[in-house]
């Protein structure tokens, strides 16, 4: 049975990867990218469609794009390397890791392969090279190393086994969109510290800048 890891909605995935909605909607309709869960009732009837984990990951692949990070040919090469080596999203991509560096797409799966290099037709690849910066990777799960700018990772994880695979306060499944809400609401910085304490002053303010950030979509 195929281990889901994370269901997201058109919004929750629009703000995540932050791609507009009417991209998402475009790249559907196109084929490009689409939904590939299907909640369904106890007559057999889809109540729900969304978007897995791996679906995520190639949206935010193809917003790179947009960003010109990556070019057409690389992004091909990527993906035709991450569905061999993976499977179709429609398998859940459990227990694989992809990150983004620079123009460099990577994969990392507890096989014979470990990490390759997905826009270099999956050339395996000695992370030594890079220093820390794999291990550093290493302790985020796919999302977070792909979603959550590098200015966030101390403060910020996504997990798509923790809260539906929202964005959470490290190490804790405090929703970070619950800060703001209660600011807007009249609460202050300090009235959070206290009630959510040990979560420091640093870490709650990190998260509302944050959230700030998931809603800018370009």
């Known amino acids: 049975m195929t281990k889901w890891r994370g269901f997201y909605s058109t919004s929750q995935v629009a703000r995540l990867a932050r791609v507009p ?22 007559d057999g009837q889809v109540v729900e469609v969304g978007y897995s ?3 995520l990951t ?8 947009r960003e010109d990070r990556l070019d057409l040919t690389s992004v091909g090469v990527a993906l035709r390397h991450m569905y061999e080596r993976l499977g179709p999203p429609s398998e859940g991509w459990s227990d694989a890791n992809v990150y983004i560096v620079g123009n460099k797409i990577f994969a990392e799966k507890p096989d014979g392969w470990q990490t390759t290099s997905a826009t270099s037709f999956g050339q395996r690849v000695d992370t030594r090279v890079f220093g820390d910066m794999f291990p550093v990777l290493r302790t985020q799960e796919e999302e977070g190393s792909i979603l959550v700018p590098r200015d966030y990772a101390a403060y910020v994880e996504i997990d798509p086994d923790i809260m539906g695979g929202q964005p959470v306060v490290r190490n804790t499944r405090v929703p970070t969109s619950l800060f703001p809400s209660l600011l807007a609401k009249g609460k202050s910085i300090d009235d959070l510290i206290r009630l959510y304490y040990p979560i420091s002053r640093e870490t709650i303010e990190k998260t509302v800048e944050f959230e700030k950030y998931l809603d800018s979509v370009a």
Do not use: F, H
């Not at 909605?21 to 106890?42: A, F, M, Q």
């Open 53 to 55: 984990y791996a679906d």
């Open 58 to 65: 190639i949206i935010r692949i193809m917003r790179a794009l």
């Open 21 to 42: 909605v009417s991209t998402l909607y475009n790249w559907k309709k196109r084929g490009i990218v689409t939904p590939s869960i299907e909640l369904v009732d106890v």
